[in-house]
T-cell receptor, first 112, second 113 residues
Framework: EDKVVQSPLSLVVHEGDTVTLNCSYEVTNFRSLLWYKQEKKAPTFLFMLTSSGIEKKSGRLSSILDKKELSSILNITATQTGDSAIYLCAVDSGGSNYKLTFGKGTLLTVNP | DTAVSQTPKYLVTQMGNDKSIKCEQNLGHDTMYWYKQDSKKFLKIMFSYNNKELIINETVPNRFSPKSPDKAHLNLHINSLELGDSAVYFC????????????FGPGTRLTVT
């Protein structure tokens, strides 16, 4: 069974700190890894990483895929209170199943 | 212009009742999904449809039945509701299953009393 594990489960930091969130996976056929941010409602897409795109950056957020270690990190620099959310990692295990397996998420709280 | 919409946003009902949740996407996507998010925020896929055809049917009780009248709509009907069905149900869609990112609807919070 496909498995996605995120750590830490929760994290409390102060504004301006830099955080690193971790995601490791065990899947039968890896196709892509996705990061989502979930505030009060629906998860919103952040990044997708594949074998041909192992590093992505958008503003203060960046993510790297390590295919050898079967893991990914999401970095947020100069955190702001608006970054407080649950960050979800999901892996697409390919095939014809169109299935994303999600981790349990990391709850990030950024205090002023 | 909402890309993926769900109705209703909140649903409170009693055990044993039958209820439906509707989902519509105006993104022209081929694939739609239903997810269940429990109280611990764990998001788990239930069903996936590609061009009105069922692709994924995870281990979900038979009381849950998805219906896709066309590729822009995927509804979820739940029979004989149980307390354990209380959760937030998210609909999502993507251009091509798994290759592109999924866009999520706002969720339907179902409370069974």
């Amino acid at each position: 069974e496909d498995k996605v594990v995120q750590s830490p489960l929760s994290l409390v930091v102060h504004e301006g700190d830099t955080v690193t969130l971790n995601c490791s996976y065990e899947v039968t056929n890896f196709r892509s890894l996705l990061w989502y941010k979930q505030e009060k409602k629906a998860p919103t897409f952040l990044f997708m990483l594949t074998s041909s795109g192992i590093e992505k950056k958008s503003g203060r957020l960046s993510s790297i895929l390590d295919k050898k270690e079967l893991s990914s990190i999401l970095n947020i620099t100069a955190t702001q209170t608006g970054d407080s959310a649950i960050y979800l990692c999901a892996v697409d295990s390919g095939g014809s199943n169109y299935k994303l397996t999600f981790g349990k998420g990391t709850l990030l709280t950024v205090n002023p | 212009d909402t890309a993926v919409s769900q109705t209703p946003k909140y649903l409170v009902t009693q055990m044993g009742n039958d209820k439906s949740i509707k989902c519509e996407q105006n993104l022209g996507h081929d694939t739609m999904y239903w997810y269940k998010q429990d109280s611990k925020k764990f998001l788990k896929i239930m069903f996936s449809y590609n061009n009105k055809e069922l692709i994924i049917n995870e281990t979900v009780p038979n009381r849950f039945s998805p219906k896709s009248p066309d590729k822009a709509h995927l509804n979820l009907h739940i029979n004989s509701l149980e307390l354990g069905d209380s959760a937030v149900y998210f609909c999502a869609s993507s251009q091509l299953g798994g290759i592109y990112e999924q866009y999520f609807g706002p969720g339907t919070r179902l409370t069974v009393t």
